[in-house]
């Protein structure tokens, strides 16, 4: 079980907007700002989409946002496309003795 | 451009190491920390590790402390990571990372093309 818990799926027609939720199970992980967001295309590499809870990396389109609150980070993407039609992961550093934690995943459909 | 280049496919024996490189292009290697991340096939992404450029010294995930080995070879703008004991289920794609940090992981910016390994008796 990891200690960061998203969604197996969610779902979206495009042009709608979707969020994707990532609880922590640990209070070394509520208490940092280190989240990260990664867009995993079949068969290719992660890539970074969003880091420290809300920075987006040049290049990336600004449809996607993220947030956090309390023990939950965020991850929206609005004006769903085709092209996002991919499995999302987050990510956050902990104080723990895996310095490094991943949520296990989501796929997003695009209807 | 910015990229990280990693070796290629392996098949091992249960009992084996193996070690992938990562050679960086493109940015100041130093100044920059690495992780090191796997995915088993059909299963999401596992932290195995970084290079922390901050202090030159690695961190390991505990499930891995006494398994795992990174280095870096600075002259050579490489990074890798030895894996002993493989067992089948150390088959996986294994993955380098650049952070966009050196001392705390604040993102993965820039991935290797994945390393296949696998374990096959």
């Known amino acids: 079980q990891s200690a960061l818990t998203q969604p197996a799926s969610v779902s979206g027609s495009p042009g709608q907007s979707i969020t994707i939720s990532c609880t922590a199970h640990s209070s070394g992980i509520g208490g940092y700002n280190y989240i990260s967001w990664y867009q995993q295309l079949p068969g290719k590499a992660p890539k970074l989409m969003i880091y420290?809870?809300?920075n987006r990396p040049s290049g990336v389109s600004n449809r996607f946002s993220g947030s956090k609150s309390a023990n939950t980070a965020s991850l929206t993407i609005s004006g769903l496309q085709a092209e996002d039609e991919a499995h999302y992961y987050c990510a956050s550093y902990t104080t723990g003795r895996i310095l490094v934690v991943f949520g296990g995943g989501t796929k997003l459909t695009v209807l | 451009q910015v990229q990280l280049v990693q070796s290629g496919t392996e098949v091992k024996k249960p009992g084996a190491s193996v070690k992938v490189s990562c050679k960086a292009y493109g940015y100041t290697f130093n100044n920059y920390a690495m992780h090191w991340v796997r995915q088993a096939p059909g299963q999401g992404l596992e932290w195995l590790g970084w290079f922390n450029a901050g202090n030159g010294y690695p961190i390991y995930s505990e499930k891995f402390q006494g398994r795992l080995t990174i280095t870096r070879d600075t002259s050579a703008s490489t990074d890798y990571m030895e894996l002993n004991g493989l067992r089948s289920e150390d088959t996986a794609v294994y993955y380098c990372?650049?952070?966009?940090?050196?001392?705390?992981?604040?993102?993965?910016?820039?991935w290797g093309q994945g390393t296949t390994v696998t374990v096959f008796s």
């Open positions: 990372a650049k952070d966009t940090g050196y001392s705390t992981p604040v993102g993965m910016n820039v």
């Open positions: 420290d809870i809300s």
